[in-house]
């Protein structure tokens, strides 16, 4: 595939799956998004990178129809986004609910949009074992490590199968070791996720592990500072890490966000 | 039993402790029986005391389903509209103050001397900690829940059905043991200002005869009556939501 084009003029013939057009967001008087313009190609996998506080989560709340933009529009497929519902969306927190097993809450999301509670169940019991966690499925979520609830939550979103997946640093509370091994089993799993997979994080490392590309976002008010293409191969592993090319888009990363000379 | 024991203990001590003091200081048992008097008045008026004590407990319990639907559904209302919440919510906090043994005449006069009006002030007595309960427990959403419940595009019906109820739980049931610790005493209330059966009317008459062990056994007998309530309520706690009374979630 060519060089990806952002800042599409918008209109006839765009082939995003998700964009941004000219987006500002302002609130309580702060200037927190300025002029955002980027999309996102179907079947491809963005990272958003930016400094904490740069309104990469507020991008992403809009990219997933819960606010709407002070100025501008978001787009899915096409046409302007009006509302949340159609994407699918993991928040910073894994917020799983006590009083529900593990199977459980894998399921709220289909509950939560009007599947039957068995069906919801079976399909969330079916997932597990997918994903090879069908020993946690009775399991209340208090006895599960860091790193397992963070699966569960994403479990949770994939369930819902729809064709966008937002990842709000979805690893973000979780300890180095535990955060490698998380980005190891995504990449594992990646393809049978969602096609298309937003995630924001303020880790250079797992962007440029786990995207095809690198949107790094500048000091508020956020414009896009760099669009990375990684030209990375696949399938990868950890190891890619070590390579030259990685050191070499790393450097440009950082230079973005302006830590590196 | 080991977590009952030093209760147990402790109430045996002071039993022990009272009856010698009772004895050594020769206190007459119509000022203060000892337990020993009260154990066997209690045995001697069993039939009496059961009798009395039925009526007692059914106004304590329907008084107390009554609290608890009004407070469910003040709190509700409440923490739902903006306009219940500045309307409603300050008049009941004010209700509060009023000392319930000063409303409860008006009640006997307006229906009589039935179960009614004791009913009413046991809700009086136990609907309000439900009520901050219930509005507490909604509040203490956490936010970013509802965003997610948002986010999968659900309606705000299953969104209180799914995730806010059941996370207020722990706050309503910190009100019902509260509520529920009260209304034996709201239903005793309600018969000492005008009645012709329950343990209040027993305890005012047995007041009136000097009959003062028996009256200590029907204190007893009220007291182990609300105990159970609050066991019964810890129980179905303990079976309806056992993840309330994790500390660690």
Known sequence: MNRVSFQQSGGVGSRSKLAARGVGVTKGGVRILDGIDFAVEPSTFVALVGPSGAGKSTLLSLLAGLEPPTEGTIEKDGSPLSGPGTVAYMPQNDLLLPWRTVAGNVALGLEATGTSKREARSRANKALSRFGLEEFADVPPWKLSGGMRSRVALLRTALLDRDVLLLDEPFGALDALTRRHLQGWLLDVREELAATIVLVTHDVDEALLLADRAVVLGQRPARVALDLPVKLERPRTMEIETTKEFSRLKRQLLQALGVAG | ?249
């Open chain 2, 1 to 249: 039993m080991k977590r009952v024991l030093p209760a147990v203990v402790l109430a045996l001590g002071v039993l022990v402790l009272w009856e010698i003091g009772v004895r050594v200081f020769g206190i007459p048992a119509f000022l203060l029986p000892g337990p020993v008097e009260i154990a066997s008045a209690f045995w001697e008026s069993r039939e009496l005391l059961l009798f009395h004590a039925v009526p007692t407990a059914m106004e304590a319990v329907v008084g107390f389903a009554g609290a608890a639907a009004a407070g469910i559904l003040s709190g509700v209302l409440i923490s739902r509209s903006g306009l219940a919440e500045r309307s409603l919510y300050p008049w009941l906090v004010a209700s509060q103050t009023l000392p319930v043994i000063a409303v409860a005449p008006v009640l006997v006069t307006w229906f009589g001397y039935g179960v009614l009006p004791k009913v009413l002030v046991v809700v009086l007595f136990c609907f309000f900690p439900i009520t901050v309960g219930v509005v507490d427990g909604l509040r203490a959403t956490d936010p970013d829940l509802l965003r997610l419940m948002r986010s999968f595009g659900a309606s705000k019906f299953r969104t209180f059905f799914m995730v806010e109820a059941p996370g207020a739980l722990p706050f309503v049931f910190g009100g019902v043991r509260l509520a529920v610790t009260y209304c034996v005493v709201g239903a005793v209330i309600g018969e000492w200002v005008g009645s012709s059966e329950g343990l209040g009317f027993l305890m005012i008459q047995d007041k009136n005869q000097f009959e003062t062990p028996r009256l200590f056994a029907a204190i007893a007998l009220l007291s182990a009556m609300g105990v159970t309530l609050f066991l019964t309520v810890a129980l179905a706690q303990r079976l309806l939501a056992p993840w309330t009374l994790r500390r660690d979630t």
